[in-house]
């Protein structure tokens, strides 16, 4: 019998035991059709349905008397998933213990099937002409802005070389504004705009792709205004969230094409499966939104190392601070430190808070006089750690925080003028008639404990009369301010960028934002604190108020990276991330002991205090611990060196799919209603807790 032909198909399907290439005949029908990289829809025998997957490879069967099932349709001519991302996916989910369809469904959008005709109609006509774009030759050299891309790659000894030599560069950007290269219509941003745009344009005129990884729209923004003077506006494909699905689909399709481009996104676009691909590059690294917070939670960092060693490309590492995870690759010199030829340094002032004062409490003598002289100049930021009101309420007698009778959430004040209501169920605190009474006292009277951007506002507003007020939080989006005297109130992350630079940067609230219990909260303040110094115009003052010890003395001396060199090995002793890896095992007592007692078999390095639990997880909204017969009550930690990830991750993800594969399916007429897996593993947790 001759051998048949065969797709082999990744399914979209959640259940971690059909994360694996499965054997589908290829009708006669289809034979043409049925290429890899396409969408297709076949039957699930075991559910009795039809799923739509990706055929990955074409191969012929193992076992040719085998039944097989035959592919239903294919559902589009366009190959979207091309070999590469898939083996991307594939050991990006293998390291984290998840799935792959898990990480595909975040690169590739839905399809849209106007979009993909337009595409393939375009790409036939091309196709049928001489001047077919895939025959030009490589990407073409731009002189003027090679030369521009050239001489802000200098003020970092070695860099451009690093990059045409494909390394890993961790790199400090310049703390202070710049303007875009375009005079008629120049635009204040960030240097590390133009340093990483600069980087890209770099790698575009060899020939080869770049792919910008930023946190958010702001910085989207601004990498475009960078990328603006700089290439042709179809050579920049933007990638990120907010698009449409329209909007998304075709710049998915514009990467897929042969022309190399500049590909800028938020953390998915790491995955962007453009053509020969010559740098990844991230920044902020340390900003939270780069964290996936979808399964398998893999950290936008983590997936450009992973397809930085596949690809063989350059990666480069960017901030205005340092993170440990970052620092730890720099110490076991797997990432190059490329510092500045000439370092710069904003200038800051560390402000003691002063007693007695009234109408700005909480703003030192020095910061205030630094606010009003500048204001006759420009505008003044002042940064605060909260949005609302009256974020934190307090019981006015036993000074407890207030609790939500309903809930037990905590209470805040929105605006002013308007009722305590609880954060979390939104119920307004005590009804008509009743008023709110302390659980622990009974009293009866509310005390603010915090001010947030809108008091700190009201506060500015009547200590300078007169002064224009710009409240910048998550309510009130504000980009841009112009260089008009203004005080801009804003949230940490959500500072405006003011044209020319602020005259003057207060930062409040920094003794209160330490208090945050996170393992990183130190991390985490001196990245916003550096963050905001960076948005102040060259010699203007930055004002640190009420906050002492290594932390203002690292955001003093602009000495970040040694901060983190200090935060690695303080976590050194403790076995703390980064210098180590933690996975959080979450599930039924039962199936949680099977995992651990065959993660002890696999890996037997593991020590008896490198698995912590399992315990009662406490619930989302106090501290008492969750049913036992949550499925998800019970936890352990498992601490494990880098060396072992691979047989850690193998372990615990072959624990998952035994687990999903015991679970009683429902009864005939039932619905499974998501039939959840009993078993839940998350790698790399970035707040380890039980």
Avoid at 73 to 102: C, F, K
Avoid at 247 to 270: D, F
């Amino acid at each position: 019998m001759s051998a048949r032909p065969v797709a082999r198909v990744l399914l979209h399907a959640p259940l971690p035991q059909l994360d694996r290439l499965l054997d589908y005949a290829i009708p006669p029908a289809l034979t043409d059709d049925a290429v890899p990289g396409v969408r297709v829809r076949v039957p699930l025998r075991g559910a009795g349905r039809l799923v739509e997957g990706y055929i990955v490879e074409l191969g012929v069967a193992e076992d040719p008397d085998r039944p097989l099932s035959e592919l239903e349709s294919v559902l589009s001519a366009v190959p979207v998933l091309p070999r590469s991302l898939y083996a991307l996916a594939r050991r990006v989910a293998d390291r984290a213990a998840g799935s792959a369809s898990d990480i595909l469904r975040l690169v590739i959008p839905r399809r849209q099937v106007r979009i993909e005709k337009a595409w393939v109609a375009t790409h036939t006509a091309a196709d049928a002409t001489p001047d077919d774009r895939t025959a030009k030759p490589d990407a073409p050299v731009w002189a003027e802005s090679s030369a521009r891309a050239r001489t802000v790659l200098d003020a970092f000894p070695g860099l451009a070389d690093a990059l045409t030599e494909h390394a890993r560069c961790a790199v400090d950007a310049v703390p202070r504004p710049t303007t875009t290269v375009e005079e008629s219509a120049a635009e204040t941003i960030g240097s590390w705009a133009e340093l990483l745009a600069a980087a890209a344009v770099h790698t575009l005129t060899q020939g080869r792709s770049a792919v910008l990884i930023v946190p958010d729209y702001r910085d989207l923004d601004q990498l475009e205004l960078a990328l603006a003077g700089l290439v042709a506006p179809d050579l920049v494909v933007r990638d990120d969230g907010a698009r449409t699905p329209a909007q998304r689909s075709r710049a998915y399709l514009r990467m897929l094409e042969p022309e190399p481009c500049i590909v800028i996104g938020n953390r998915s676009a790491v995955y962007a499966p453009v053509s020969q691909l010559g740098l990844i590059a991230l920044w902020d690294d340390g900003d939270p939104l780069l964290e996936e917070p979808l399964a398998p939670y893999v950290h936008a960092r983590d997936a450009a190392l992973v397809r930085q060693e596949l690809d063989g490309c350059a990666l480069l590492f960017s901030g205005h601070t340092r993170t440990a995870d970052v620092e730890r690759l720099v110490a076991i010199g797997w990432v190059r430190d490329m510092p500045a030829a000439r370092r710069y340094s904003p200038r800051i002032v560390i402000s003691a808070n002063d007693e007695g004062r009234t109408a700005t409490a909480r703003v030192s003598s020095a910061a205030f006089r630094a606010a009003r002289e500048a204001l006759e100049h420009g505008p003044v930021l002042v940064q605060v750690a909260r949005p609302g009101y009256a974020p934190v309420l307090t019981c006015g007698d036993c000074r407890r925080p207030a609790r939500c009778t309903a809930c037990g959430g905590p209470l805040h004040t929105v605006r002013r003028g308007s009722a305590p209501s609880c954060r979390w169920c939104g119920r307004a605190a005590g009804t008509a008639g009743t008023p709110w009474s302390c659980a622990h006292c009974s009293g009866t009277t509310l005390r603010m404990a915090s001010a947030g951007s809108a008091r700190t506002a009201d506060e500015f507003g009547r200590a300078f009369p007169g002064i224009r007020i710009v409240l910048a939080d998550g309510e009130h989006r504000v980009q841009r301010v112009d260089a008009a005297p203004a005080l801009v109130i804003a949230t940490r992350g959500a500072e405006p960028i003011a044209t020319g630079g602020y005259r003057a940067v207060i930062l409040l609230d920094g003794e209160r934002m330490l208090q945050a219990e996170s393992l990183r909260i130190g991390e985490a303040c001196l990245r916003w604190w550096s963050n905001a110094a960076a948005l102040a115009a060259p010699g203007a003052p930055v004002h640190l108020v009420g906050v002492a010890g290594s932390i203002a003395r690292a955001l003093a001396t602009w000495s970040q990276a040694a901060y983190a060199r200090t935060e690695l090995a303080e976590r050194a002793p403790l076995q703390l991330p980064p210098v180590v890896r933690i996975a959080a095992v979450d599930g039924p007592p039962a199936v949680l002991e099977g995992a651990l007692a065959a993660l002890r078999a696999a890996v037997p390095s593991l020590r008896s205090d490198d698995i912590l639990g399992p315990v009662l997880r406490p619930s989302l909204h106090d501290a008492r611990p969750s049913p036992a017969g949550d499925e998800g009550a019970f936890r352990a930690l498992v601490r494990f060196d880098y060396a072992e990830g691979a047989a850690v991750a193998a372990s615990l993800r072959a624990s998952v799919v035994q687990a999903a594969l015991r679970t009683r399916r429902p009864a005939r007429g039932r619905s499974r209603g998501g039939a959840p897996a009993t078993l839940r593993v998350r790698l790399d947790v970035p707040e380890p807790e039980l």
